[in-house]
Protein backbone atom coordinates (compact mmCIF):
# COMPACT_ATOMS: atom_id res chain seq x y z
CA UNK A 1 0.00 0.00 0.00
CA UNK A 2 1.59 3.25 -0.91
CA UNK A 3 1.06 6.89 -0.38
CA UNK A 4 -1.93 8.85 -2.78
CA UNK A 5 0.23 9.81 -6.11
CA UNK A 6 -1.21 13.41 -5.53
CA UNK A 7 1.57 12.93 -2.59
CA UNK A 8 4.50 11.75 -5.06
CA UNK A 9 4.98 14.38 -6.36
CA UNK A 10 5.78 15.45 -9.97
CA UNK A 11 8.03 13.04 -12.35
CA UNK A 12 10.54 15.22 -12.52
CA UNK A 13 10.89 15.55 -8.38
CA UNK A 14 10.86 11.77 -8.53
CA UNK A 15 13.72 11.67 -10.86
CA UNK A 16 15.97 14.58 -9.17
CA UNK A 17 15.46 12.65 -5.45
CA UNK A 18 16.24 9.35 -7.35
CA UNK A 19 19.46 10.98 -8.79
CA UNK A 20 20.45 12.63 -5.50
CA UNK A 21 19.45 9.14 -3.53
CA UNK A 22 21.97 6.88 -6.37
CA UNK A 23 24.67 9.54 -5.41
CA UNK A 24 24.05 9.27 -1.84
CA UNK A 25 24.36 5.67 -2.51
CA UNK A 26 27.61 5.89 -4.30
CA UNK A 27 29.09 8.30 -2.12
CA UNK A 28 28.52 5.40 0.37
CA UNK A 29 29.58 3.00 -1.77
CA UNK A 30 33.16 4.67 -2.36
CA UNK A 31 33.08 5.77 1.04
CA UNK A 32 33.51 2.40 2.59
CA UNK A 33 35.53 0.98 -0.47
CA UNK A 34 38.57 3.61 0.48
CA UNK A 35 37.99 2.99 4.24
CA UNK A 36 38.52 -0.85 3.58
CA UNK A 37 41.66 0.06 1.07
CA UNK A 38 43.20 2.38 4.17
CA UNK A 39 42.73 0.01 6.84
CA UNK A 40 44.31 -2.88 4.66
CA UNK A 41 46.12 -1.72 1.68
CA UNK A 42 47.72 -4.64 0.48
CA UNK A 43 43.64 -6.16 0.30
CA UNK A 44 42.52 -7.46 -2.93
CA UNK A 45 40.00 -5.67 -4.94
CA UNK A 46 36.96 -7.56 -4.16
CA UNK A 47 36.86 -6.72 -0.34
CA UNK A 48 36.36 -3.52 -0.98
CA UNK A 49 33.96 -3.70 -3.40
CA UNK A 50 31.96 -5.99 -1.24
CA UNK A 51 31.91 -3.89 1.26
CA UNK A 52 31.14 -0.61 -0.70
CA UNK A 53 28.42 -2.70 -2.10
CA UNK A 54 27.23 -3.34 0.82
CA UNK A 55 26.84 0.00 2.49
CA UNK A 56 25.70 1.19 -0.58
CA UNK A 57 22.62 -1.79 -0.77
CA UNK A 58 21.05 -0.33 3.00
CA UNK A 59 20.96 3.40 2.42
CA UNK A 60 19.52 3.22 -1.17
CA UNK A 61 16.32 0.24 -0.22
CA UNK A 62 15.41 2.87 2.98
CA UNK A 63 15.83 5.76 0.57
CA UNK A 64 13.58 4.48 -2.63
CA UNK A 65 11.38 2.87 -0.27
CA UNK A 66 10.24 5.80 1.63
CA UNK A 67 10.77 9.10 -0.88
CA UNK A 68 10.62 6.97 -4.57
CA UNK A 69 8.06 4.82 -4.53
CA UNK A 70 6.15 5.93 -0.93
CA UNK A 71 6.02 1.95 -0.02
CA UNK A 72 4.54 1.94 3.09
CA UNK A 73 4.88 -0.98 5.37
CA UNK A 74 2.41 -3.55 4.96
CA UNK A 75 3.53 -6.90 7.10
CA UNK A 76 6.48 -8.92 8.15
CA UNK A 77 5.88 -11.11 5.23
CA UNK A 78 5.47 -8.46 2.41
CA UNK A 79 8.65 -7.03 3.62
CA UNK A 80 10.90 -9.31 3.74
CA UNK A 81 9.65 -10.69 -0.35
CA UNK A 82 10.13 -6.71 -1.03
CA UNK A 83 13.94 -7.03 0.19
CA UNK A 84 14.70 -10.47 -1.18
CA UNK A 85 13.44 -8.87 -4.28
CA UNK A 86 15.10 -5.89 -4.43
CA UNK A 87 18.45 -7.35 -3.34
CA UNK A 88 17.65 -10.11 -6.30
CA UNK A 89 17.63 -6.76 -8.83
CA UNK A 90 20.68 -5.12 -6.96
CA UNK A 91 22.83 -7.95 -7.43
CA UNK A 92 21.95 -8.21 -11.35
CA UNK A 93 22.13 -4.49 -11.45
CA UNK A 94 25.57 -4.84 -9.82
CA UNK A 95 26.57 -6.92 -11.87
CA UNK A 96 26.86 -3.97 -14.52
CA UNK A 97 28.41 -2.19 -11.67
CA UNK A 98 30.84 -4.46 -11.00
CA UNK A 99 31.92 -5.25 -14.85
CA UNK A 100 32.38 -1.51 -15.79
CA UNK A 101 35.18 -1.26 -12.15
CA UNK A 102 36.70 -4.59 -12.95
CA UNK A 103 37.23 -3.52 -16.56
CA UNK A 104 38.85 -0.27 -16.07
CA UNK A 105 41.07 -1.34 -13.21
CA UNK A 106 42.42 -4.12 -15.36
CA UNK A 107 42.44 -1.64 -17.93
CA UNK A 108 44.52 1.10 -16.62
CA UNK A 109 45.04 -0.20 -12.85
CA UNK A 110 44.55 3.56 -11.65
CA UNK A 111 42.14 4.56 -8.28
CA UNK A 112 40.91 7.04 -10.47
CA UNK A 113 40.11 3.92 -13.30
CA UNK A 114 38.70 1.49 -10.87
CA UNK A 115 36.07 5.01 -9.53
CA UNK A 116 35.04 6.02 -12.88
CA UNK A 117 34.22 2.37 -14.02
CA UNK A 118 32.53 2.14 -10.93
CA UNK A 119 30.63 5.50 -11.61
CA UNK A 120 29.44 4.13 -15.07
CA UNK A 121 28.41 0.68 -13.73
CA UNK A 122 26.47 2.20 -11.26
CA UNK A 123 24.62 4.62 -13.04
CA UNK A 124 23.45 2.39 -15.93
CA UNK A 125 22.43 -0.39 -13.21
CA UNK A 126 20.81 2.47 -11.37
CA UNK A 127 18.73 3.18 -14.78
CA UNK A 128 17.87 -0.60 -15.07
CA UNK A 129 16.88 -1.26 -11.20
CA UNK A 130 14.26 1.87 -11.58
CA UNK A 131 12.71 -0.05 -14.06
CA UNK A 132 12.88 -2.93 -12.17
CA UNK A 133 11.93 -1.98 -8.31
CA UNK A 134 8.76 -0.01 -10.24
CA UNK A 135 7.18 -2.74 -12.15
CA UNK A 136 8.11 -5.73 -9.48
CA UNK A 137 8.77 -4.25 -6.22
CA UNK A 138 7.08 -1.51 -5.33
CA UNK A 139 4.54 -1.84 -8.04
CA UNK A 140 1.68 1.28 -7.87
CA UNK A 141 -1.10 0.97 -5.98
CA UNK A 142 -3.89 -0.78 -7.86
CA UNK A 143 -0.98 -2.95 -10.31
Known amino acids: MGFKSSQQGTGAGVATRYCAFAMLSTAANFAAQATVIQMAPSTSLMPSILTGTAAGF ?3 YFLDKRWIFFDRYASHGDEMLKVALYGLFSVLT ?6 FEIAFWTIWKTEFAKY ?3 AIGLALGYIAKYALDRKFVFKPEGA
Open 58 to 60: GLK
Open 94 to 99: TLIFWG
Open 116 to 118: TGG
